[in-house]
Nanobody, 124 residues
Framework: QVQLVESGGGLVQAGGSLKLSCAAS????????MGWFRQAPGKEREFGAA????????YGSESVKGRFTISRDNAKNTVYLQMNSLQPEDTAVYYC?????????????????WGQGTQVTVSS
């Protein structure tokens, strides 16, 4: 099993920034794609961004592109999501996920491992 623990969420004003971290432990997930999803109340889980082992990345909606940056430190088994220019509509629980595959997917059901989530709240 791969355990994922997110951190870095919190309350921030519109226009502010947050950096989320996700630390992986347990069974080695070498070569795994790591992703960030988010889920707002009453909405489906939404793909935010994902990154391959070698650093290739992809982003979800146009509202995320240009504001969010995903990165990873393989030596530390950690993936990050830098979020800038945050808006109230970014308010959600943010989940880290791992996919035992080398190709990025935007589908939640293709990720086998999930963290418990971290709350991000953006006030207007």
């Amino acid at each position: 099993q791969v355990q994922l623990v997110e951190s870095g969420g919190g309350l921030v004003q519109a226009g502010g920034s947050l950096k989320l971290s996700c630390a992986a432990s347990g069974r080695t997930c070498s070569g795994c794609v790591m992703g960030w999803f988010r889920q707002a109340p009453g909405k489906e889980r939404e793909f935010g961004a994902a990154i391959t082992w070698s650093g290739g990345s992809a982003y979800g909606s146009e509202s995320v592109k240009g504001r969010f940056t995903i990165s990873r430190d393989n030596a530390k088994n950690t993936v990050y999501l830098q979020m800038n220019s945050l808006q109230p509509e970014d308010t959600a629980v943010y989940y880290c996920a791992a996919r035992q595959h080398s190709r990025i997917s935007a589908l939640p059901n293709e990720y086998a491992y999930w963290g418990q989530g971290t709350q991000v709240t953006v006030s207007s």
